[in-house]
């Protein structure tokens, strides 16, 4: 068996533990610490970590199949699975002696990462000081690095950054009392002033464009890939899980479940058939999408070749498309339930505001993201700040 393969069974064997956990999860606002040891168990944090590190350096494909997996399970542990092999692979687009740091004892680490300009640096001998407080935190509560974006001033302009800094160098404030996403532990992380060193910066074009001074080094075809298809594309997968993992549940449930008042079976009006094989179709139009643009990417940079704006704006599309129509069916399935799948110990709910949260998220504005394409292949060109 090849090894993604082997990681891919050993997420589906964790999910329905994963499955267990869920509302301990989320009465605890972060992950357990045996699920962070279960996950490290499977392979699944370091699926994208080159293999002069100690990683297998695997495409996209077995990421985003993985994290779906584990969502259909729990969405906070989904969300922050992605969290943690995505950063690993971010890292791998940092010059070398910040990799040899992170990746000494072991081959992957434990990072969230803040990318909105939440702080400021000044550029110093040596490197920066970076100062400032960000949130939205993912996966924090277990980190051993952290990466921030600051704004850089140099001649007058602002250069977007990323920083990346132990977890002793921050400070965590626990603000994450949310409806949805709970598990995720998302909270606040403050900088105060700290010095990072240039070694362990990078340049936010340099990761958009695909020109990070790990492709240097690390001379296998993810290191080229641009920063933000890879950021979509992974973290609708966890979402799309979501969805599935509802689905299935909202199948076994209609079997026998009985209508308040008249006693028909769910499983014999056919307003029920309908929305169970609508909300099938539905999702695996989104599931083909998804992973039919993680090959196309896969295959073009394997081929040698890159992805120009309009590309990248594509993935974009793709990722919050599906996150779209995730949301869309795990709301459907809720309205047609009834009223006691919203009981706190019942999937539904915790599913319904999973999904709604994390839609919330900026890549996921449909009303931006649709104009962000739409603006692109009309020849015009986004904001510099513009995730793309």
């Not at 979402?239 to 993992?245: H, K, N, P, R, S």
């Not at 014999?268 to 099938?280: E, Y």
Request: proline share 5%.
């Amino acid at each position: 068996m090849e090894y993604g393969n082997e990681v891919l069974a050993r997420v589906r064997d964790l999910t329905p533990v994963l499955n267990e956990r869920a509302q301990a999860t989320e009465d605890a606002r972060r992950l357990p610490d045996e699920t962070i040891a279960d996950l490290a168990a499977t392979g699944v944090y370091d699926v994208l970590v080159p293999k002069r590190f100690g990683g297998p350096e695997l495409a996209l494909d077995t990421l985003v199949d993985a994290c779906r997996e584990i969502g259909s399970g729990c969405g906070s542990t989904g969300w922050v699975t992605t969290i943690y092999a995505m950063h690993n692979w971010m890292l791998a687009l940092f010059p070398e002696e910040a990799q040899r740091e992170v990746w000494a004892d072991r081959p992957y680490g434990l990072m969230p990462c803040a990318l909105s300009p939440g702080g400021t640096a000044e550029a110093v001998d040596g490197g920066y000081r970076v100062t400032g407080r960000w949130s939205w935190g993912s996966g924090v509560m277990h980190a051993d690095h952290v990466m921030v974006m600051a704004l850089v001033t140099i001649e007058d302009t602002l250069e977007p950054r990323v920083f990346l800094l132990p977890r002793e160098d921050v400070t965590v404030h626990d603000v994450w009392h949310t409806s949805g996403m709970r598990g995720t532990g998302s909270n606040d992380i403050e900088v105060p002033g700290r010095f990072v060193p240039s070694y362990r910066s990078v340049a936010l074009q340099d990761l958009t464009e695909g020109r990070s001074p790990g492709a240097q080094v690390n001379p296998g075809m993810m290191y080229r890939v641009p920063l933000v298809p890879v950021f979509v594309l992974t973290a609708a997968a966890p979402v799309l899980g979501i969805a599935e993992g509802l689905l299935a549940r909202f199948a076994d449930r209609m079997k026998g479940r009985v209508m308040a008042y008249t006693g028909v079976r769910q499983r014999d009006m056919m307003s029920g058939q309908i929305r169970l094989a609508k909300a099938t179709a539905d999702l695996a139009a989104a599931r083909l999408l998804l992973e039919d643009e993680v090959r196309r990417l896969i295959r073009t940079y394997t081929d040698g070749g890159s992805y120009d704006l309009a590309q990248r704006a594509n993935s974009r599309l793709v990722a919050g498309h599906v996150t779209a129509v995730a949301r869309t069916v795990v709301n459907e399935l809720c309205a047609v339930s009834g009223a006691s799948v919203q009981f706190t110990h019942s999937p539904f709910q915790r599913a319904q505001r999973d999904v709604n949260t994390i839609a919330g998220h900026v890549v996921f504005d449909m009303d931006a993201t649709y104009a962000l394409y739409g603006k692109i292949a009309l020849g015009m060109t986004p904001d510099a700040m513009t995730l793309v």
